[in-house]
């Protein structure tokens, strides 16, 4: 079926251990996104990436970064993770742009940072 | 800081019954209204959009409302159904001072249907 793969699925990780948070699209989709959601927050975005060799910051960038070597794959790593991390991870990718044609998301990464 | 306020936080609803999600929002210059829903396990997919010059837009069971001068944007489920159950997320999509789109989501909405 073609769209999102995340992996892992869920993750318990240490405080200051790095990890890095998969995330490949089969769509050719130009544009990708991270978000974390958490409980009473909505979906807030950490990073993203228009093209293929580009990224930028998105609202809660500080502890992360990506990078977007080619059109299919944005991993996201947390090089030292704290326990404020510790949230459900999703990836998301549109054609056009976020304001143009819809985001489609990933089925998401659970991760507790303890 | 562009902020969208999205309510209820929760909301319960009996099977045939109209659900009603609200999302306020600050400013005035938007592009883009859409709506998300989210299934346990799930990521969020896109249910519904709406554009600032249409004040309505009907999908199905499903509409979304636009007044502008209440700065107010809302989902209705008309004869709400258990498969309804869900996650829903108003977002919306503004240019910002430096001419770059941000999208921004609300805090969600967790619909309960019962049978």
């Known amino acids: 079926t073609a769209g999102i793969t995340q992996a892992p699925t869920s993750q318990i990780l240490a405080a200051g251990r790095s990890m890095t948070l998969r995330c490949t699209q089969d769509?050719?989709?130009?544009?990708m996104y991270w978000y974390r959601q958490d409980l009473g927050l909505g979906l807030r975005l950490i990073h993203y990436?228009?093209?293929?060799?580009?990224?930028g910051k998105g609202e809660v960038p500080d502890g992360y970064s990506v990078s977007r070597a080619n059109t299919d794959d944005f991993p996201l790593t947390l090089a030292s993770a704290v326990p404020s991390q510790t949230s459900v991870y999703f990836c998301?990718?549109?054609?056009?742009?976020?304001?143009?044609?819809?985001?489609?998301f990933g089925n998401g990464t659970r991760l507790t940072v303890t | 800081q562009q902020q969208v306020k999205q309510s209820p936080q929760s909301l319960i609803v009996q099977k045939g019954g109209i659900s009603i999600i609200n999302c306020a929002y600050e400013?005035?210059?938007?592009?883009?209204f859409p709506w998300y829903q989210q299934f346990p396990g799930k990521g969020p997919a896109l249910l519904i959009a709406?554009?600032?010059?249409?004040s309505e837009k009907k999908e199905g069971r499903f509409t979304i409302s636009f007044n502008k001068s209440a700065k107010q944007f809302s989902l209705h489920i008309m004869d709400s159904q258990p498969g309804d159950s869900a996650t829903y997320f108003c977002?919306?999509?503004?240019?910002?001072?430096?001419?770059?789109?941000?999208?921004?989501f609300g805090q969600g909405t967790t619909l309960q249907v019962k049978p």
């Open positions: 998301a990718s549109s054609d056009r742009g976020q304001g143009v044609s819809p985001l489609h």
């Open positions: 769509m050719r989709h130009n544009a």
């Open positions: 990436s228009n093209t293929a060799g580009t990224t």
């Open positions: 400013n005035t210059a938007f592009d883009y």
């Open positions: 709406i554009r600032p010059d249409v």
């Open positions: 977002a919306l999509y503004f240019q910002t001072i430096s001419n770059t789109g941000k999208l921004i």
